[in-house]
C-alpha cells in the first residue's frame, strides 16, 4: 500500500488520477463565483463542476458525493489503477432538484487497505448515452491488517467571522497544504461552514491592507431557507483547494452551531432581528437536509438525504482505529449558567450517552478517538450562559459536567483503553492533559484533549480552563486579540499517526507553513495517558 512520508507530495501516479477531477472543476475560480461551461463539455450534457467528495470509509465500502448541473443519473466506476481496465459498475441514484441536484451513491464491498480509483458519470436521465465528462478521485480503504497504520488530520471552523475565500491569498490555503500531507482521511470537527456568518466583498485590517472575500447572494444574509443553507455549503466548493483535496482525502464530518447559527440549542427561540424565521428547531431542520445533502455522511445518507437520521455514528477504521463520531446539539439541553445539581439531558442526550457506552465497551479497536464538536476543559461563554460543557466552576461537577463525569466514570470502571478526545471549535490550537490528582472530580482515567482550528476562519485568544476534570494546559499558541483574520493569524489543522508495528499513536499541532508546534506520543493498551 502507498503511503507518503509527512510532508511530501502525493506520488505521481496519484496525482495524475486527479486531472479529471480538477479539470472538470476548473471553471470555478476562486476569483469569482460565477460558473462558465468547462471547454471540452458539450451542450445539454451534466456537468459536475462542484467536484467530488468522498467520505466515512472503511474497510470495505464508502460514500461518493457528486452535484450536477441539472437532472441526472449518477453511475461511479471504481478500479484498482488509474487506467481503469477493470472496472466495477456502482448504480447511484437519479439527481434532481428535490436534493439540490446533489447525489451519493454507497461503495460496498471494496478490498480493504487499498487505493481506490474511482471516476464518476452524469448520464441524461431520458437518454443514458448523452453523457457528461468524468469526474475523477481517488482515497484508500481502511487497512485490515495492524501493521499497515493510519494517519489522518483534523480541524474545523471554516469561512467564518467575515474571512471567506481570498483571490489575493489564494483561497483556503490550508487545504493544499494538507491535500500535500496525503492523510488516510481529514475528521472535521464541525463548522464546516458559518451560515449565521454574511460576507462583505471587502475588509479593511487594522495594519491597512484590505481583505478580499468572494461573495455569493447566499452569503450577503444570514442562512433561514433551504436554498440559503444550502449555498452555504456550495461556497466552500468555490474554493478550488478544497475541490483538490475532497477529490483525494476522505471526510469524516461533524457538525456545531455555526451549520445552523451561533451557539444554538433544541427549542430556541430568537430574539435577533437579522431572521424572519424564530424558531431554531425550523432553522435546524433545514440545515440538517442541506448538510446531508452536500456532506456524505452515512448515517444520513442511509435515511434519506439527511431528512432524517442522525449525525452520531462509528467510523471504523481498521483493528487500530474507531473513530467516535459525537453531536454535542441536537440533544443537548438550553443553554444556562451551569449550575444545575442534576441534568440529565446535558450537552449529549441520555440516549446518545447510552449508545456512546455501549460502542465504546464493544470497540476492539486499539485506539478510540472521540470526535467532540466542543472541548471539555476550555470555557465557552454565551453571553452569561455556558455554551459547551465546563461553566468556570472548579469544584464538583454540575450542569452539562455531570454527564461527562458518568461518561469518564464508566471509561475508568469498564476499562477501557485507549481512548482520546479532538476538537476544534475555539480558534486556536492547544493539548490538555486531565488528571485526577488535580480534579475536584476524581473518579476518572487520565486522558488527553488536543484542540485545533481555525481552517479558514478568524483566530480567537485562548479559552480559560476549569479545574473540575484537572486540566492542565501543557501547550496552547493562540492570538492576543479576538478575530484575527488568516492574514494575521496562521490557521491550524492537527495530524495523528498510529504506527501500525508499536501501536502507538503520535499526535501533531501544526500551523499553516509546515510548522509542526506540539508533539506528543501516547501508548496503547492504557486505561489512561
Not at 484537572?470 to 496552547?476: A, H, L, N, S
Request: glycine share 10%.
Amino acid at each position: 500500500m502507498y503511503r507518503s512520508t509527512p510532508g511530501s507530495s502525493p506520488s505521481p501516479a496519484r496525482r495524475s488520477v486527479l486531472r479529471g477531477s480538477l479539470a472538470a472543476s476548473a471553471a470555478l475560480t476562486v476569483g469569482g463565483a460565477g460558473l462558465a461551461a468547462p471547454a471540452f463539455a458539450l451542450s445539454g450534457r451534466p456537468r459536475a463542476e462542484w467536484g467530488v467528495q468522498t467520505g466515512d470509509v472503511t474497510t470495505s465500502s464508502g460514500l461518493v458525493w457528486v452535484r450536477s448541473d441539472r437532472p441526472a443519473r449518477m453511475l461511479v466506476e471504481t478500479s484498482a489503477s488509474e487506467s481503469f481496465r477493470r472496472v466495477r459498475r456502482h448504480h447511484g441514484p437519479l439527481i434532481g432538484a428535490g436534493t439540490d441536484f446533489t447525489g451519493t451513491t454507497a461503495l460496498r464491498g471494496l478490498p480493504a487497505g487499498e487505493q481506490i480509483h474511482y471516476r464518476v458519470t452524469l448520464a441524461d436521465p431520458d437518454d443514458p448515452r448523452r453523457t457528461g465528462e468524468r469526474i475523477s478521485g481517488t482515497f484508500r480503504t481502511a487497512p485490515d491488517r495492524r501493521r499497515d497504520g493510519v494517519r489522518f488530520l483534523w480541524s474545523g471552523d471554516i469561512a467564518g467571522q467575515g474571512w471567506g475565500i481570498n483571490p489575493d491569498i489564494g483561497g483556503f490555503r490550508a487545504y493544499e497544504e494538507m491535500r500535500r500531507l496525503d492523510p488516510d482521511f481529514f475528521l472535521c470537527s464541525g463548522d464546516s461552514i458559518y451560515a449565521d456568518g454574511p460576507l462583505q466583498p471587502s475588509v479593511a485590517l487594522p495594519d491597512g491592507r484590505i481583505w478580499r472575500n468572494v461573495t455569493t447572494p447566499e452569503k450577503a444574509k444570514v442562512a433561514e431557507t433551504l436554498d440559503e443553507y444550502r449555498g452555504n455549503f456550495r461556497y466552500n466548493l468555490l474554493d478550488h483547494n478544497v475541490r483538490a483535496f475532497n477529490a483525494q482525502v476522505p471526510t469524516v464530518t461533524q457538525w456545531d452551531d455555526h451549520e445552523v447559527r451561533n451557539n444554538w440549542y433544541p427549542g430556541q427561540i430568537l430574539d435577533d432581528a437579522r431572521y424572519t424565521e424564530k424558531n431554531v428547531d425550523v432553522l435546524a431542520s433545514r440545515a440538517l437536509r442541506a448538510f446531508g445533502e452536500y456532506t456524505p455522511v452515512s448515517t444520513l445518507h442511509a435515511r434519506g438525504g439527511g431528512r432524517e437520521g442522525r449525525m452520531h455514528r462509528v467510523v471504523r477504521y481498521g483493528p487500530l482505529l474507531d473513530v467516535f463520531v459525537l453531536d454535542m446539539r441536537s440533544f443537548r439541553n438550553a443553554n444556562s449558567p451551569g449550575r444545575q445539581p442534576d441534568d440529565t439531558a446535558g450537552i449529549l442526550g441520555a440516549e446518545q450517552l447510552a449508545w456512546l457506552k455501549r460502542e465504546l465497551a464493544a470497540s476492539t479497536a486499539v485506539w478510540k478517538v472521540l470526535a467532540a464538536d466542543m472541548p471539555l476543559g476550555l470555557v465557552v461563554p454565551d453571553g452569561t450562559n455556558i455554551e459547551a460543557v465546563a461553566q468556570g466552576d472548579p469544584g464538583a461537577p454540575l450542569g452539562r459536567e455531570l454527564q461527562i463525569a458518568e461518561l469518564l466514570r464508566f471509561v475508568k470502571h469498564r476499562r477501557i483503553t485507549g481512548t482520546l478526545w479532538l476538537t476544534a471549535d475555539v480558534h486556536h490550537t492547544s493539548a490538555q492533559h486531565y488528571a485526577p490528582e488535580r480534579a475536584a472530580f476524581q473518579d476518572f482515567a487520565p486522558f488527553w484533549e488536543f484542540v485545533s482550528g481555525p481552517l479558514a476562519a478568524g483566530g480567537f485568544p485562548a479559552s480559560a480552563l476549569d479545574a473540575t476534570f484537572g486540566p492542565e494546559r501543557v501547550f496552547v499558541r493562540a492570538p492576543e486579540r479576538a478575530n484575527l483574520s488568516p492574514m494575521e493569524s496562521p490557521q491550524y489543522f492537527g495530524e495523528v499517526d498510529i504506527d501500525g508495528h508499536s501501536g502507538e499513536l503520535t499526535v501533531r499541532l501544526r500551523a499553516e507553513g509546515g510548522t509542526v508546534l506540539f508533539s506528543k506520543v501516547l501508548r496503547p493498551g492504557r486505561v489512561g495517558q
